[in-house]
């Protein structure tokens, strides 16, 4: 499935409805600093995850109207359009209010689906999908990191010390759930491998113990 537009329209700096083609190849985006590049890429998280990480915890994230451009009178949205091999899928994520966006999907002919099938293409893209009431539905961490590797990620992995990059790259390649599972799989192993070997320590004190037992009564046996 290919990405092939992108709009969006009163999110952030883009007041009216403006919609980036993407070509089958490559697409770049160029202009000077502050004249929305950045800004895409941010609607383009905003509709997978239903948040823009880069701004969470700093000031700007906790505006309450961080998202819509200051001249809008509607609510802020964003939307993909793919290509698939037998049709094409439109995800549309609009806020409805400060606190609750939704999340629909659509077909080539821009009939939006029902909640049924709507969750069936979502989960076709990423089976670990969920949905809440309300930022509807997201995508998960892993498939957002996999498929949106934006700077501040990037930045953080080129000047990370080189003993935590392992750690740092794990999520941009969508493996730290499998690389957390393997570190706990690990710790486990090592639990039930010390309480095996206690458990042999303990058998073998038994066992020394009872042969001490068996050699006490057999001699008693023969002294009578």
């Known amino acids: 499935m290919k990405l092939t537009e992108i709009t969006v329209n009163r999110f952030r700096g883009y007041l009216d409805k403006t919609t980036i083609p993407i070509g089958p190849h490559l697409t770049v985006l160029f202009g000077p600093n502050g004249y929305g590049k950045s800004t895409i890429i941010d609607g383009v998280e905003w509709l997978l995850s239903s948040k823009i990480s880069r701004y969470v915890g700093y000031e700007e994230g906790r505006r309450e109207d961080y998202l ?4 809008a009178q509607g609510e802020p949205l ?25 999340l629909s999907v659509g077909d080539g002919d821009n009939k939006w689906l029902d909640s049924d099938l709507a969750r069936s293409v979502l ?11 309300l930022k509807s539905y997201t995508f998960s961490e892993p498939f957002v990191s996999v498929h949106l590797l934006g700077q501040e ?14 750690d740092r790259l794990a999520p941009i390649i969508g493996v730290h759930k499998f690389t957390e599972l393997t570190e706990s799989l690990i710790g486990t192993s090592r639990l039930l491998s010390a309480r095996s070997d206690e458990s042999g320590r303990q058998l073998s004190a ?19």
């Open 78 to 102: 964003v939307e993909l359009k793919f290509n698939g091999t037998d049709r094409q899928i439109l995800l549309r994520r609009e806020r409805i209010s400060t606190e609750k966006t939704k």
């Open 68 to 71: 819509k451009h200051v001249d």
């Open 206 to 224: 038994n066992k020394k113990e009872l042969d001490a037992l068996e050699h006490k009564k057999a001699s008693e046996q023969e002294t009578y």
């Open 153 to 166: 990620t990037l930045r953080g992995f080129v000047e990370s010390d080189p003993r935590d990059r392992l």
């Open 123 to 133: 989960s076709n893209l990423d089976s670990n999908v969920s949905f809440d009431q």
